[in-house]
């Protein structure tokens, strides 16, 4: 499996112009993008700041901690302060300079800079969890313009701007028209196709997750309240992802009062070490296996997360990388496969080609080339021996019309092993579902674009079966 198709969930943030102000000092709103010179990934990301008095509003780019206030120190032309961080705050430290604002950033043994402008803060600030009475709503960005999902009724839809903070709904995943209402968002709440809801103050650090050599770029997210929750790192499908492809899991993980851990993959965006590429042969997934390893210890470290409730969650390439981890590492304690193969790599990458990647319509009927499938030697990483291997809870939630994972074949092998004594492996086919678990007639990418909602019960099954096994907040 080349690259997850589950990777085009996405939000787009925009950021506003706002006139100048006549100030020198750095008060007022600033925007612009900070990055990483030593340790961390160099890539830039978005970043804005709003000085009001002794108090700073801190946003930061898709998937990282999108809306933080702290104090602040303003001495002339100069500001400092530091966010929530761990193992260490991130302390920002800059002076305004010929019209911009412009600083360096260090955490622990991670250094960077930062240039900013006077602009309006970035939109991004206003992604996150919201409530509209009880039910959540998940604003998020990957790839596109920003998605909205109603988690209670399955549905996604991308939101275009029209203003600040104003949007319409679009038709589905990536089609405009015909729109389906407005919304529009202020820091603490929205107003979402004419129902009001408030945001739901998540707590977000900018952490380091140490892995062999590497420091990984990660958000650690807590959800309101106290006390030792149980806690989900995330492991990524294919190709080069960054924490944000984990958004829409991990925010209605942290609705259910979970904490959540995302990542940069290593040598991606933020993240340090070296990119092992996108083939998953066996070395690359026991590189990422390692990774998650490394992700639950650290999660097992903090006070505010239970240790015998931590998991670990991911999509698509993911299947054959979580076992392996969840294999070898005590402290994951249960996993969430979506779309995730039980197959070798050799067989689901063939049923994927047979298929034109869900790029266009097969030629030949599903049984048909389940059949060839099947009569396919194994080759490639193998995730089964991991599989058995396992011994805490696990689910895997498959789509009836995945064109890049052969579903019903992956039952086929997971079913036997699902019955033996001792184990609680459970598994869900959800008819017309696609390699995202988006509700289509042939599952095509083409379709997944007007599609508006996920497959029925998609986010109740994860709910249900974490509730069942005393996994929620």
Wanted: proline share 7%.
């Amino acid at each position: 499996m080349k690259r997850s198709a589950f990777a085009i969930i996405a939000v787009l943030a925009c950021a506003g112009a706002a006139g100048a102000q006549p100030s020198a000092g750095p008060v007022g709103s600033w925007a612009g993008s900070m990055q990483f010179t030593r340790v961390g990934g160099p890539e830039p990301f978005s970043m804005s700041l709003e000085l009001r008095g002794r108090r700073a509003v801190v946003a930061l780019g898709s998937g990282h901690a999108s809306r933080t206030e702290v104090a602040a120190r303003i001495s002339g032309s100069r500001v400092r302060l530091s966010l929530p961080g761990r193992p260490w705050r991130l302390a920002l430290d800059g002076r305004v300079r010929k019209g911009r604002l412009v600083g360096t950033l260090r955490q622990g043994p991670v250094r960077g800079r930062f240039q900013l402008s006077r602009r309006a803060p970035i939109e991004g600030g206003t992604l996150g969890l919201y409530r509209i009475g009880t039910r959540p709503l998940g604003i998020v960005q990957g790839l596109g313009p920003r998605e909205s999902i109603d988690y209670e009724r399955d549905e996604i839809r991308a939101l275009y701007q029209t203003g600040r903070g104003r949007y319409v709904v679009g038709a589905g995943l990536s089609t405009r028209n015909p729109t389906a209402g407005t919304a529009s968002f202020t820091p603490n709440g929205a107003v979402f196709r004419s129902e009001q809801g408030i945001r739901v103050p998540l707590r977000q650090e900018e952490v380091w997750v140490r892995s062999g050599r590497a420091y990984l770029g990660c958000t650690l997210t807590i959800p309101p309240g106290s006390g030792r929750r149980p806690a989900v790192a995330f492991a990524h499908g294919g190709g080069e992802a960054p924490r944000r492809f984990n958004s829409i899991q991990s925010t209605y993980l942290n609705h259910l009062g979970l904490v959540t851990l995302s990542c940069d993959k290593r040598g991606v965006a933020q993240s340090g070490g070296v990119y092992p590429g996108g083939f998953p042969g066996v070395p690359v997934v026991d590189q990422y296996a390692r990774d998650v390893e490394a992700q639950a210890r650290f999660l097992a470290a903090l006070p505010e997360v239970d240790p015998a409730r931590i998991g670990i969650a991911g999509v698509s390439q993911a299947g054959w990388i979580m076992p392996l981890a969840a294999s070898r590492e005590s402290a994951i304690r249960f996993m969430i496969g979506i779309v995730s193969p039980t197959l070798t790599q050799g067989q689901t990458d063939h049923w994927a080609n047979l298929n034109a990647q869900g790029q266009a319509p097969p030629t030949r009927t599903d049984e048909d080339m389940e059949a060839e499938v099947r009569a396919t030697a194994p080759s490639g990483v193998d995730p089964l021996p991991a599989i058995r291997a396992m011994r805490i809870p696990a689910i895997w939630l498959f789509g009836g019309k995945d064109r890049i994972v052969p579903s019903r074949l992956c039952v086929e092998r997971l079913d036997p092993v699902s019955r033996e004594p001792g184990r609680d492996f459970t598994y869900r086919v959800f008819p017309g579902g696609t390699h995202g678990l988006l509700f289509t007639a042939n599952g095509l990418i083409d379709e997944q674009a007007r599609s508006s909602r996920f497959v029925d019960g998609y986010f109740a099954t994860i709910r249900d079966w974490l509730a069942a096994r005393g996994l929620t907040g």
